[in-house]
């Protein structure tokens, strides 16, 4: 499944990384906008992927809780079974 990314959320994302100067030990370094789209991108790209393992986990999680169908057991079939069986000698009847 391809993850959808919102490009204008994006390059909204990009534009405001690249408007904040970033100052290291009291020194400011100026990234291109190129540099800055390309973190966003992999940000982008990292909540998307968070977002898609915890709803994958929340799904097997729903399903481990899912309770299975009770077995309903009818005895006035089951003897209608072994009598039909038992007169049909030599024939397989499976497992």
Known sequence: MK????KSQLFK?????YKRSISVLGREFCQSFGACLRNAWFKMKAEARK???EAR???RKSESEQKPESVVFDSAMER???EY?????GRYCGD
Do not use: F
């Open 3 to 6: 993850t959808k990314i919102n």
């Open 13 to 17: 994302m990009a534009w405001s990384m």
């Open 51 to 53: 977002a898609e393992k």
């Open 57 to 59: 986990r929340l799904m």
């Open 80 to 82: 209608g079974i072994i």
């Open 85 to 89: 069986y038992r007169n049909q000698s």
